[in-house]
Every structure is written in structure tokens, then in C-alpha cells.
């Protein structure tokens, strides 16, 4: 944190690259260093402590950091039959949205980012979204969850609704989780979808917990 704060992107990447040949997980580093360093960039910037600008710069490098992991690091378990598309419907959720996608190639997901789509909605941009998932997704043997990532009302509202009409087109299992702010987190409950929360490592820990029912529900 002290590194991005100071602008010594080197030292950073030669921080998380030693831990990448260390023996701490990849998850880990993500879990431990990458997303509370985030946590805290992001308080400070509320409390005026950063302006707007040093922010995206720590965020975008930030982000750097942990797409390290994907590419230098291996997968811990091939789950061939564990698929997820994530979408971030604001700005302010991409960071937490990538750093999932990471997280769950590296445990053998596989892992698809479509990044964020606050500005692309437009009248038709609902069928664009539901065309690109049933071409990827929706043939697939075994368990699909398309995780939201959001904390505009807006988006989280349209991603929902037009990832819910999908449930009865899909060959395998299909989960719909979101992730948002204490803000919204009331009006995501009441949205039809399977989980909720404002936590990335409650997430995850659901996302893997429905693969493990959903091998055992066809084992």
C-alpha cells in the first residue's frame, strides 16, 4: 500500500512477485495484500485523503498486480465442469469484479470477464448480453453462475432481469449471485437471485460451496 501511495509501482510488482515464488497461495496474496490495500485506497479517497486521479492510478495498478497472479501462477484444481461469466455494472465494482475473475481461474474455473457495462446499455443491449452468454454458456455439462458486480441501481436492476429470463435455456445448472453496496444490498435481495452480498471473500466462498452441491447433486 505504502509503494502505490507513493507511486513506486516497481517496488510493488517486485513485492507480489516475491510472494508469487514464495509458498503463499495466489489466493492468498489477492485475498490478504491486493483487495485490502484496495479497501483502504478506496476509504481514503472518501475521506479526501487522495483526489480522483491518484486513485484510478492506484486502482489500475492495483489491478496490474493481480493479473500477475493469473498469468505467473497455475490453477490448483482443473474443475472442468465450473464455469462463470462476471459483469460489472459500474465503475466503482470493476476492481472487485476482476479481482474474482482471478480468484476463480486460479482454482480452476473457468473464468470469463466481460468488464463493466455502465456505459453500453442501450434499448437492445439486454439481447446483446443474453445472445453472448447462451453462446458461451449455455451448452456447458455442469454448473454456471453469472456473478453481478454493481453499485449503480440502475445496472444492477437491468443485468438482473435480463440474466434471469435465461434460467430455463441453460443445459446445466445456472446461478445468478450479486455483489454490491450496503446501499443496495436490500433492493438486490429482492431481485430473485440465488446470493447477495457486499463481500468479494463471502462470494467466493459461496460460488465454491455451490460447485461442491452441485457434484455431489449429480454424482
Not at 125 to 151: A, C, H, P, W, Y
Not at 191 to 199: A, C, F, L, N, W
Request: proline content about 1%.
Amino acid at each position: 500500500m505504502n509503494c502505490l501511495i507513493q507511486g513506486n509501482e516497481s517496488q510493488a510488482k517486485n513485492i507480489i512477485s516475491n510472494l508469487l515464488f514464495s509458498t503463499i497461495s495466489k489466493e492468498r496474496i489477492l485475498f490478504d495484500i491486493v483487495l485490502p490495500t484496495l479497501n483502504i485506497i478506496n476509504d481514503m479517497y472518501s475521506r479526501g485523503k487522495i483526489n480522483e486521479s491518484e486513485k484510478l492510478l492506484i486502482f489500475t495498478t492495483a489491478l496490474d498486480l493481480a493479473l500477475m497472479t493469473k498469468f505467473v501462477g497455475t490453477t490448483e484444481t482443473e474443475q472442468l465442469k465450473a464455469y462463470c461469466m462476471i459483469i460489472s455494472g459500474s465503475e466503482e465494482s470493476t476492481y472487485m469484479a476482476r479481482i474474482a475473475s482471478v480468484i476463480l481461474h486460479l482454482i480452476g474455473w473457468h473464468s470469463l470477464y466481460l468488464g463493466s457495462i455502465e456505459n453500453k446499455i442501450d434499448p437492445f443491449f439486454d439481447i446483446d448480453i443474453q445472445r453472448l452468454i447462451t453462446k458461451k454458456l449455455s451448452n456447458v455439462e455442469g454448473l454456471v453462475v453469472i456473478q453481478i458486480f454493481s453499485f449503480n441501481a440502475n445496472t444492477l436492476k437491468f443485468l438482473s432481469n435480463t440474466i434471469k429470463t435465461l434460467r430455463n435455456k441453460f443445459r446445466g445448472d445456472l446461478r445468478i449471485a450479486v455483489c454490491t453496496n450496503n446501499d443496495l444490498l436490500q433492493a438486490s435481495e429482492d431481485m430473485d437471485v440465488d446470493y447477495t452480498t457486499t463481500e468479494l471473500t463471502s462470494l467466493i466462498e459461496w460460488t465454491k460451496e455451490e460447485y461442491r452441491n452441485s457434484i455431489l447433486a449429480n454424482s
